[in-house]
């Protein structure tokens, strides 16, 4: 079986977590800091501050900010649910901007949803490719609105020369699927000294020094015994992101110029990294998407539907998110037409050969 992802924690890692394990200090401390230091060096912000989880980055950034009740945040409808979650549990609203053919966040669409309310936009730099971070850094500037990337799937992805997380407050996560794993885990990164303190102060229970709480806070730290996993993996990110964007090259080699199926590329100027090969199967492909998804299965291929559907597309949001049907219509396409094949570091050049192979085959007469 060759799944849609797998986990390569790399040499080093059993040691790392033993060190910590026989120092006796399991919650945060020193390899925490080790762990935000090399996030700062990949994203080249002056902080990172590391936390519990993705969600938890995003809800965080958000505090930080003091977005709330009755404060839009302007984001995409084709993501992952935390993006959607993590603005609703602040109380802020959500508003939705369609996404391009990239599956990202359409600058073009910015200021039709533009109110007087506008605090934030927070693209999602869905599959690895960064959303037009220039485009929208400047729309937000000259609106005054803050900026919170989800980076959640995009560790080292770039937009000319930039990397991702960089451009407003960034949010990634270390959860067990993503490009640089810790179980459980998330960090922010920013270059703002006001921010990073808020972020700190909110992480521990709004305190700087025990027992003196400056704000209230949370408890959002994240383990030396989670940051000693991903440590070794950020030291080799460069290489495999590399094996991601080759094994990337590779399949779109192979799958090019079949009918109805769409694979993915990247605008000039920006990097993918590559945490899913994304293709979109339309209606004059020889079968449906979900159709092609059960010929891989049978040839022992695993796929992914990242996602089936507009994120606000589910009766528990109806209620809290006031969005238009049919206001959205690439994001719906997207989420009708989207296949997600095995792309991740682990693969051989046979896995490979037998994805091309397989889709090949279902496709062709
Ligand atoms: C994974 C993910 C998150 C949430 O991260 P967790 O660590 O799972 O909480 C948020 N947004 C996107 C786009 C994600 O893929």
Redesign the pocket.
């Known amino acids: 079986m060759i799944s849609v992802s797998s986990v390569d924690l790399g040499a080093g890692v059993e040691d790392l977590v033993l060190d910590v394990l026989r120092s006796g200090q399991l919650a945060q401390g020193p390899m925490v800091e080790r762990l935000e230091k090399q996030f700062c060096e990949l994203v080249g912000t002056e902080h990172a501050v590391a936390v519990s989880?993705?969600?938890?980055a995003?809800i965080a950034a958000l505090q930080a900010l003091e977005i709330g009740p009755g404060d839009e945040v302007i984001t995409s409808p084709f993501?992952?649910v935390?993006?959607l979650n993590a603005i609703l549990s602040v109380g802020a609203s959500p508003v939705f901007a369609d996404i391009d053919e990239y599956f990202l966040i359409d600058p073009s669409g910015l200021s039709a949803v533009l109110t007087g309310r506008t605090r934030a936009i927070l693209p999602?730099h869905?599959y690895g490719l960064p959303a037009a971070m220039a485009e929208i850094s400047a729309w937000a500037a000259a609106h005054d609105l803050a900026v919170v990337e989800?980076a959640?799937?995009a560790h080292g992805a770039s937009v000319g020369g930039r990397r991702a997380g960089s451009f407003g407050v960034g949010c990634f996560?270390?959860?067990a699927t993503?490009n640089v794993t810790t179980g459980?885990?998330?960090v922010l990164t920013t270059d703002s000294d006001a921010i990073a303190t808020r972020l700190r102060l909110l992480r521990s229970q709004g305190m700087q020094t025990r027992y003196k709480y400056e704000i209230q806070g949370f408890n959002y730290r994240l383990t030396d015994l989670q940051a000693a996993v991903g440590i070794p993996q950020l030291d080799r990110l460069a290489e495999t992101t590399a094996r991601r964007q080759r094994n990337a090259m590779v399949l779109t080699d192979g799958l090019e110029g079949i009918e109805g199926l769409h694979l993915p590329s990247s605008p000039a100027g920006r990097t993918h990294v590559f945490h899913q090969y994304t293709v979109r199967v339309d209606d004059s492909a020889r079968l449906s998407r979900d159709a092609l998804a059960d010929a891989l299965l049978q040839d022992g291929i695993g796929t992914g539907i990242y996602y089936p559907r507009a994120v606000y597309d589910y009766d528990c949001f109806r209620a809290a998110v006031p969005v238009f049907p049919g206001s959205h219509p690439i994001a719906e396409r997207a989420a009708k037409q989207v296949l997600s094949l095995p792309v991740h570091p682990s693969l051989s050049d046979g896995d490979l050969q037998s994805i091309v192979g397989s889709v090949g085959r279902a496709l062709h007469d």
């Open positions: 989880n993705g969600t938890v995003l993501t992952f935390a993006t999602v869905l989800d959640a799937q996560s270390l959860y993503k459980e885990g998330g």
